[in-house]
């Protein structure tokens, strides 16, 4: 077997626009404790935004102070705490000092509040820690942990955590959970088992945008088309996989090759046939 990587590299590259202000997240019922950059937490995922900044443009157009571009890759950012739109944090500091004690938002003539850098707390009990974990070191630097796949052969930490992904709505993050698995798949010829299966299975969707779970389901079945045996159906095994997926396996199969499954009429027809002379 050919040495497995514990770490999975994704083309996307670390967001260097990391902001200047840094948010102290409490996840799952123990309150693991991470420290982020919230811009950085904020830009990744529209859940997270909508509790930490809510109402937050989005980072798109030209800053109103300089005319350049926001999203470029060397500028910090920060916003208008009354109107919400964004600006280089570099031409606000500077439209500021300017201004002298009273700063208004240039765009709204509003009061500017400056974003303070000191830590503020955000407790979210319903999202799972290890999940954090991975979505925290994949937004820092990129890469995906796979440690707890390759030691159990177990890919439930990474359904998971592409679960997870549905949730805080970062389509990227899900996508790259899905190639580390094709990546596994492709050094060990690992593939999810009942666990993973189940997860993605059996869980109240109503907490998930549909697609996303869709996708999911889609490229667990798809693996099975590409990694099960026949005798995986022979055996007890099937009846500890969720009923769902059974059927959406065997529904692909049908699709995947509809004519092999055709009644063998010819044969039958054959068969009862001899049959009827033998009884006479
Ligand atoms: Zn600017
Ligand atoms: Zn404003």
């Given at each position: 077997m050919p040495p497995i990587r514990n770490r999975v590299s994704t083309r996307e590259k670390a967001?260097?626009?990391?902001?200047?202000k840094f948010v102290l997240i409490l996840v799952g019922a123990k309150k693991r404790h991470f420290q982020v950059h919230e811009d950085l937490l904020c830009a990744r995922s529209p859940y997270f935004r909508s509790f930490l900044q809510a109402g937050r443009r989005d980072?798109?157009?030209?800053?109103?102070?300089?005319?350049?571009?926001?999203?470029?890759?060397d500028k910090d950012l920060t916003y208008c705490m009354q109107c919400k739109m964004n600006f280089h944090f570099g031409c606000i500091a500077e439209w500021v000092k300017q201004y002298g004690q009273h700063p208004l938002c240039?765009?709204?003539?509003g009061h500017w509040i400056q974003r303070n850098r000191i830590i503020s707390k955000f407790a979210f009990?319903?999202?799972n820690a290890m999940d954090f974990a991975k979505y925290h070191e994949w937004i820092y630097s990129g890469t995906i942990n796979c440690n707890e796949v390759i030691e159990q052969q177990d890919f439930a930490p990474l359904v998971s955590a592409y679960l997870f992904a549905v949730k805080v709505k970062d389509q990227k993050f899900g996508t790259a959970i899905l190639q580390a698995m094709l990546e596994i798949y492709k050094d060990t010829a690992l593939y999810p088992e009942q666990d993973a299966i189940a997860l993605a299975y059996n869980?109240?969707?109503?907490?998930?945008q549909i697609a996303g779970i869709h996708r999911i389901q889609r490229f667990l079945v798809e693996t099975y088309l590409a990694a099960?045996?026949?005798h995986w159906f022979e055996d007890e095994e099937w009846a500890k996989y969720p009923h769902e997926f059974f059927r959406d396996v065997t529904v692909a199969m049908f699709l995947e090759h509809p004519r092999k499954n055709k009644w063998a009429l010819d044969t039958w027809k054959a068969k009862l046939e001899a049959e009827e002379n033998d009884v006479e």
């Open positions: 967001n260097p626009q990391l902001g200047v980072i798109d157009g030209d800053c109103s102070i300089c005319l350049e571009d926001l999203r470029t890759d240039p765009l709204c003539r009990p319903d999202l869980l109240d969707t109503s907490a998930y099960a045996h026949a």
